[in-house]
């Protein structure tokens, strides 16, 4: 049973994982993080120990969540001992076996956006998880279901596919959303005008495909307001061009 | 005062609008639709006479609400007979002066994204009014008010700009999931998984500005997970390309 964590990365995804688990009743045994300050900020409010040194790291807790960023990812695996307990990652694009080197090894991957300021509800996210052999995908399914309502597992090509489909569905929609700012900003107008439509659009979702909810001119075949629309983003290249390549994508995307 | 209402059209936005009117104790005296089956549907609904006539029309009512597709918007006033309540368009993108030939006249714009499957709660919808004279606005922000929570003013040059703005923030972002959705068919994996990455995308916006909410690996400047995305869309030009184009926005547009 999955009891003692350390938690690897003090980032937004280890600020609101270790969060989550503490609430849960976990007991978080150390942080660790590159930037000594970052560590010990976590580790505070989770009452922890906390360290900036691999080696330091304790050897004997039930689990380590590896949550640093990508391109550190490769050196803190090769730099962490060789401990007992179970070591996890939690990137969605990078595959099981770089945990090679320990017994126990799996992914946790928790499917949502995080930001340091913005806390999350841990029940309602999906977590997906992956192991190399069968007693520890239960251990960390079991661990799984105590942090959240969804639990799944699926192998790293999976979740590789998952992870490029939420950078459309999460990071490039999030940059729609500040395309819509960029325009308002230029014309005096409030970002809150907005807001209702951008929560609605979302959560349309819920009950229609995306197919079924596309709304706007190119869905409607609506030439007119679509050359207007380009029409006035004359001066700006770029979006005329993304405002062309997804109109036209809409309007040929008709099931 | 505002009491009595005709309703011209029967799609979307008419059909959600009538409802919501009708609860709100409006009297919807009549619906016209080009199609008499969509305008009889909708009419019993509202305990409303309709027609496919606009000579029909009845011309003591108070307020007339056009929403019909921007299509036939200027066909339809055109047949419109010069009534004496108030006539308004709610188009987006078009002009208060298409009603120019009526004595009191403006534009409702419940600035709301609407499918007919997915009843919208219009207290949470911001109403922007214009009108061609004070005591138009004046009756047209009373309306609103009623209807609404958040009711502005605004004019056809801010209108044009929001409507713009909406196209990328729900139009664009809607076909954003329609992308996230084929990515994962493709490889048999449930659209329910990425709902909840959707739904906190957008609740994100509620308390942090959309360049401040960013997430995923272009803001990161993880090169690597580009890289390895456009491999994984090789098959893919258009994704792609609209995969590299938004990275490389992002990538600039920081703060």
Redesign the interface.
């Known amino acids: 049973m999955i009891r003692n964590i350390v938690l690897i990365g003090a980032g937004?995804l280890a600020t609101q994982f270790g969060y989550s688990l503490a609430k849960k009743g976990f007991n978080i045994r150390q942080v660790y993080s590159f930037t000594i300050k970052n560590a010990e900020i976590l580790a505070e409010k989770l009452n922890a120990y906390y360290t900036d040194n691999l080696d330091e790291i304790q050897l004997d807790a039930d689990l380590y969540i590896i949550a640093v960023?990508?391109?550190f990812l490769a050196e803190t695996i090769e730099k962490l001992p060789v401990v007992k307990g179970i070591v996890t990652h939690t990137a969605g694009?990078h595959h099981l076996d770089m945990l090679l080197k320990f017994d126990n090894y799996g992914i946790i991957y928790p499917?949502?956006?995080?930001?340091k300021?913005?806390e999350?509800d841990f029940n309602?996210?999906?977590i997906?998880v992956e192991a190399n052999n069968k007693q520890t995908e239960n251990d960390l399914l079991e661990f799984g279901h105590k942090v959240s309502q969804?639990v799944?597992t699926?192998d790293s090509?999976?979740r590789?596919?998952?992870h490029?489909?939420?950078?459309?569905?999460?990071?490039?929609?999030?940059?729609?959303?500040?395309?819509?700012?960029e325009?308002?900003k230029?014309?005096d107008?409030s970002?809150d005008?907005?807001?209702?439509?951008?929560?609605?659009?979302?959560?349309?979702?819920?009950?229609?495909?995306?197919?079924?909810?596309?709304?706007?001119?190119?869905?409607?075949g609506?030439q007119?307001?679509i050359d207007?629309?380009l029409k006035?983003?004359s001066d700006e290249s770029?979006l005329a061009?993304?405002?062309k390549?997804?109109s036209k994508?809409?309007m040929t995307?008709i099931e």
Do not use: W
């Open positions: 937004n960023k990508d391109a694009s499917f949502q956006t995080f930001s300021d913005k999350v309602t996210i999906p997906l969804t799944m699926c090509d999976q590789k596919q998952i490029l489909a939420a950078v459309f569905a999460c990071n490039f929609t999030n940059h729609m959303y500040a395309i819509a700012d325009i308002l230029k014309h107008i970002f005008v907005i807001k209702p439509l951008i929560l609605e659009t979302a959560s349309k979702i819920d009950v229609l495909s995306p197919l079924e909810a596309q709304t706007g001119p190119a869905i409607r609506d007119n307001i207007n629309h006035m983003l770029e061009s993304i405002y390549t997804l994508r809409i995307n």
